[in-house]
């Protein structure tokens, strides 16, 4: 078989594979990692319930939009800096990390200032002046999958940020556009195996996006860990009805509860970690 175009995204270049340490979390390792919190950061006090609720469920890394990429230009984009601090601050009252999306390079630096990590979403993904740019920063990536990206082109645009000497770099599979229509897009599950086998980086799901309905979302969730996954990123929210984006498949709290349960009992059967029982937060 013929070398992989991508050198630093490949096995071959660090065959026991990446844990991403940062704090107590380690992507990665042994123990899944669960990510959750709402679409977009719609205000103060329902992040910070929001992250009481992803603390207490045994979820360490906090997730929420302020720089939203949305469909419409008349939809609700998001609460930029004013977001970007309150989600800090949600993240910090509960011992939390906080992920949030970077959508252009005029405003990596200052979600870098508050990020603990940088997502570049799925409509970013071939935006190569962006990738070189994140892979500038001295902050991990949470790399998207592109809607129609194959998994060589989803592994090259890793090793843009990758040769920029950025190497704290993780994946994740949201679902691709497929002509099946009975979910928002198709969770690629076999893109999993195909990834921890090509790629030594983290591999994260997100049963959120790809399902776009709440109640598919614990199955997929379940199936991507079975699977192989190094963790999942959720959309979860109090009151979805009055979400202000993807209210439809943000899970409510008693689904985020039952995610965290099953979650546990799946790691365990494949080998795996996860600890549900809530870190004790001690103030500084
Ligand atoms: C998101 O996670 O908020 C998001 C917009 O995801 P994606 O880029 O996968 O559509
Ligand atoms: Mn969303």
């Given at each position: 078989m013929s070398a992989p175009?991508?050198?630093?995204?490949?096995?071959?270049?660090?065959?026991?594979g990446t844990v991403i340490q940062l704090g107590r979390v380690r992507i990665g390792g042994d123990e899944v990692v669960l990510m959750a919190g709402p679409c977009?950061?719609?205000g103060e006090a329902m992040i910070h319930q929001i992250a009481a609720m992803v603390a207490e469920q045994g979820g360490t890394v906090l997730r929420g939009g302020a720089f939203k990429p949305r469909?419409?230009?008349?939809?609700f984009q998001g609460l930029g800096e004013r977001g970007l601090k309150y989600l800090r601050d949600a993240a910090d009252e509960h011992g939390l990390l906080a992920v949030t999306e970077v959508m252009e390079i005029g405003q990596l630096e200052l979600v870098a200032k508050y990020a603990d990590i940088l997502q570049i979403g799925a409509r970013n993904m071939q935006n190569y002046p962006l990738l070189r740019e994140a892979g500038r920063a001295d902050v991990p990536v949470l790399l998207k999958r592109g809607l129609c990206a194959t998994i060589e082109e989803f592994l090259l645009a890793a090793e843009y940020i990758m040769a920029?000497?950025?190497?704290?770099v993780m994946l994740c599979e949201r679902g691709i556009r497929t002509?099946?229509?009975?979910?928002?897009?198709?969770?690629?599950?076999?893109?999993i195996p195909v990834l921890k086998e090509r790629t030594h980086l983290p591999v994260l799901v997100d049963p959120s996006h790809c399902m776009g309905?709440?109640?598919?979302v614990l199955p997929m969730a379940l199936a991507a860990i079975a699977a192989g996954a190094d963790g999942l990123i959720v959309e979860t929210h109090p009151k979805p009805e009055q979400a202000l984006s993807d209210g439809p498949q943000a899970l409510l709290p008693q689904q985020l509860a039952q995610l965290s349960e099953r979650l546990e009992q799946v790691a365990v059967a494949v080998g795996r970690t996860f600890t549900k029982s809530p870190v004790e937060v001690t103030s500084p």
């Amino acid at each position: 078989m013929s070398a992989p175009p991508y050198k630093l995204a490949s096995r071959a270049f660090c065959p026991h594979g990446t844990v991403i340490q940062l704090g107590r979390v380690r992507i990665g390792g042994d123990e899944v990692v669960l990510m959750a919190g709402p679409c977009s950061i719609e205000g103060e006090a329902m992040i910070h319930q929001i992250a009481a609720m992803v603390a207490e469920q045994g979820g360490t890394v906090l997730r929420g939009g302020a720089f939203k990429p949305r469909t419409s230009p008349y939809s609700f984009q998001g609460l930029g800096e004013r977001g970007l601090k309150y989600l800090r601050d949600a993240a910090d009252e509960h011992g939390l990390l906080a992920v949030t999306e970077v959508m252009e390079i005029g405003q990596l630096e200052l979600v870098a200032k508050y990020a603990d990590i940088l997502q570049i979403g799925a409509r970013n993904m071939q935006n190569y002046p962006l990738l070189r740019e994140a892979g500038r920063a001295d902050v991990p990536v949470l790399l998207k999958r592109g809607l129609c990206a194959t998994i060589e082109e989803f592994l090259l645009a890793a090793e843009y940020i990758m040769a920029e000497g950025n190497r704290r770099v993780m994946l994740c599979e949201r679902g691709i556009r497929t002509f099946a229509d009975h979910s928002r897009f198709t969770l690629d599950i076999a893109a999993i195996p195909v990834l921890k086998e090509r790629t030594h980086l983290p591999v994260l799901v997100d049963p959120s996006h790809c399902m776009g309905v709440r109640d598919k979302v614990l199955p997929m969730a379940l199936a991507a860990i079975a699977a192989g996954a190094d963790g999942l990123i959720v959309e979860t929210h109090p009151k979805p009805e009055q979400a202000l984006s993807d209210g439809p498949q943000a899970l409510l709290p008693q689904q985020l509860a039952q995610l965290s349960e099953r979650l546990e009992q799946v790691a365990v059967a494949v080998g795996r970690t996860f600890t549900k029982s809530p870190v004790e937060v001690t103030s500084p």
